[in-house]
């Protein structure tokens, strides 16, 4: 027989071990906070408070002098300290096949522009400059103008209708050092730093950004192309991943951003769209600054262009010495600063509960209206849980924490912002395992261990197999105040209402429960979670309300083709056996599969917050 070990033993030893559950689970709880997983804390390097890089500015252009003058001024005015900091500027040429009539006219522009950067004195390092024969457009000037030499190399794009702050360069070293060398706040998927001042929200309508008055530095998905601060690893993945979409065909949508509105009107002329949807796949996030009354280290002046019809003027206010607050120079711990996505909403990556205690705030601060939904990942393929998290997103649904086995894929996700129980390190850490008898237990007695926890924390919990998709909100509303459990004999779902926590006594409740599970697992393959707490309950003459879920489901199966949802309809279930490509292929047909084959949603949706 194949298939995984289990170990039988005596009811006598069983009774012994939860004897022991009981001292051991007393006496060793210490509180630490949640631990990230060690793979997304690697360094390029070891810690350097005094590191060797490289840093190069590039500056686009095309055929505004007066804005690459006022630009390049302000880069040669800025402090560089001692160091060597090198200046590449791209021009780019105007489009060839112009009616001739203006074509000495463009030709004097750009030749102007050409003297103004060769006579243009930069004594800080060397001074390339780069001159096209064709118009390439924002999209390869962006593109073309950096492939990183190493890992210590940087690049700060600059437009030219930019003008940046005398403090930028310190500013940006000093966030190079603390942000990229420094191991305790080095994280791989920061890609870069924003100068800029954060404006607007793209998965809301490209609305003002509202920043909160105490926040210095902060996370945000957002590109920032007004002085944009790149990490060469990162910058290395965008340009294969492009190569890849490019080269292919796939077009860089991304529904719900208003930048692919943009792309929809101005196509391959720009390159954010390529960049956000990167960032939207990957999970990553870039450094701002907040300094308040609409001050910048980088401003643009929003001259007529490509972005621009007509010269809108300055977006900011430019930061000078004189205007320092006193805690200008002060870069926290990574830890101390806020992380927000493409709709402004906050994240809290890297949650991976290990211990009781942390378990306890982590349910504190994702419940809503005392009630928290326990999704089991266990046994689902990796598409159809990111299709669910696309619904969850796409429904307002984010009082959920996950539990799963402890795989790159559940790293993963823990580090994109979702709440994630790490179920081996858990169970070590409150003594589970002197407890069960059989390893293949581990995601009951998971589910067992957050369930215990909801309901001393008096919230309502719902456990819910990674098989079931909601399609409406009002699925996790409680249905009957009369019962205080409910079970969903085919689609797993079980509720327990939190007016039984006074009923229940945790440890008792516990070794009860794995008492259970190992006698029925004894007797069968598999078993649900629903299925052993009914027992359990019923044995303490609790009585469980069965849900009928074909009033208010649909099951997904081998047999039946063309189905509709429906009205009334609040999940679509399967059973785990169910092969993953037949319910891709039913859930297309049922137009609830957005998830795209790299594991991202397919659009954005924000929600009033
Ligand atoms: C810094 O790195 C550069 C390029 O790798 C090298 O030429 C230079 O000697 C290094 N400087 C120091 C102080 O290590
Ligand atoms: C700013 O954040 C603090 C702490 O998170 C909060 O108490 C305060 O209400 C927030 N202010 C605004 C304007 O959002
Ligand atoms: C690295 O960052 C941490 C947290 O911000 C800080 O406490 C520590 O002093 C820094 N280390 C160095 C070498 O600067
Ligand atoms: C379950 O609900 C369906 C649809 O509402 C109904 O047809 C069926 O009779 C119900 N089954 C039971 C056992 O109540
Ligand atoms: C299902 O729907 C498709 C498209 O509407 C149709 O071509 C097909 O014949 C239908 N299959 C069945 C079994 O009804």
């Not at 960049?275 to 280290?297: M, P, S």
């Not at 679509?572 to 092969?579: E, H, I, M, Q």
């Amino acid at each position: 027989m194949v298939g995984p070990k289990r170990h039988f033993l005596p009811l006598l030893l069983l009774s012994l071990s939860i004897l022991f559950f009981f001292s051991y689970y007393h006496s060793s709880l210490p509180h630490s906070p949640p631990s990230p997983n060690p793979k997304f804390t690697l360094l390029p390097q070891n810690s350097d408070s005094n590191p060797n890089f490289s840093f190069i500015i590039k500056v686009l252009t095309f055929n505004r002098l007066d804005s690459v003058a006022r630009c390049l001024r302000s880069l040669a005015a800025a402090n560089y300290l001692t160091d060597e900091v090198h200046l590449h500027v791209y021009v780019d040429h105007f489009a060839l096949g112009d009616a001739p009539s203006n074509i000495d006219q463009k030709l004097q522009e750009s030749h102007r522009i050409l003297e103004f950067v060769d006579e243009f004195e930069w004594k800080f390092g060397s001074k390339l400059v780069h001159y096209r024969t064709a118009n390439v457009g924002l999209q390869a000037q962006w593109l073309e103008a950096w492939w990183p030499n190493s890992d210590n190399e940087f690049t700060f794009v600059v437009e030219d209708d930019l003008e940046v702050s005398p403090l930028y360069y310190k500013f940006l070293t000093s966030l190079i050092v603390n942000y990229y060398y420094n191991a305790s706040n080095y994280r791989p998927y920061i890609y870069g730093a924003s100068l800029q001042r954060p404006r607007f929200v793209p998965g809301k309508h490209g609305n003002k950004l509202q920043m909160n008055d105490t926040t210095r530095l902060f996370l945000y998905q957002l590109v920032g192309t007004w002085g944009q601060l790149l990490f060469p690893k990162p910058w290395k993945e965008f340009r294969v991943w492009y190569d890849n979409h490019k080269a292919k065909g796939i077009k860089p949508f991304l529904d719900g951003m208003v930048t692919t509105g943009w792309y929809k009107k101005m196509g391959e002329k720009i390159w954010t769209p390529w960049f956000i949807k990167f960032i939207h796949t990957r999970g990553y996030f870039n450094i701002y600054t907040n300094f308040l009354q609409e001050r910048a280290l980088s401003v643009s002046h929003r001259d007529a262009g490509v972005n621009y019809g007509k010269t809108a003027g300055p977006d900011s206010h430019i930061l000078y010495e004189s205007s320092l607050d006193s805690d200008f120079w002060d870069m926290q711990p990574l830890s101390d600063l806020k992380w927000y996505d493409f709709c402004f909403r906050e994240i809290f990556p890297d949650t991976v509960v290990e211990s009781f205690d942390e378990l306890g705030s982590v349910l504190n601060s994702v419940q809503k209206h005392d009630t928290v939904i326990i999704v089991s990942l266990f046994g689902v393929s990796e598409l159809a849980i990111r299709n669910l998290f696309c619904h969850f997103e796409r429904l307002n649904i984010w009082h959920y924490v996950l539990v799963g086995p402890e795989s790159d894929f559940v790293f993963d996700l823990a580090r994109r912002g979702y709440p994630v129980i790490g179920t081996n390190q858990f169970l070590k850490s409150v003594g589970a395992y002197k407890l069960m008898s059989l390893q293949d237990s581990h995601a009951e007695m998971i589910k067992a261990y957050v369930l215990r926890k909801c309901l001393e924390s008096r919230y309502n919990a719902w456990v819910v197999d990674g098989n079931i998709l909601p399609v409406s909100s009002d699925l996790f509303v409680e249905s009957d105040p009369s019962y205080d459990f409910y079970i969903g004999k085919s689609s797993e779902l079980f509720f327990a209402s939190r007016s039984f926590a006074q009923k229940v006594d945790g440890d008792d409740f516990i070794s009860k429960f794995a008492t259970m599970a190992s006698s029925l697992l004894v007797k069968r393959q598999s078993i649900s979670f629903g299925f052993i707490m009914t027992k359990l309950l019923e044995q303490k003459g609790v009585k469980v309300k069965s849900l009928n879920e074909t009033s208010f489901g649909l099951k997904i199966d081998y047999s039946n083709v063309n189905q509709s949802l429906g009205d009334g309809k609040q999940m679509v279930f399967w059973s785990s056996d169910t092969a993953s490509d037949l319910v891709q292929k039913r859930l297309q047909e049922l137009g609830i599969w957005i998830v795209n084959d790299d594991l991202s949603c397919k659009a954005v949706v924000c929600h009033q917050s």
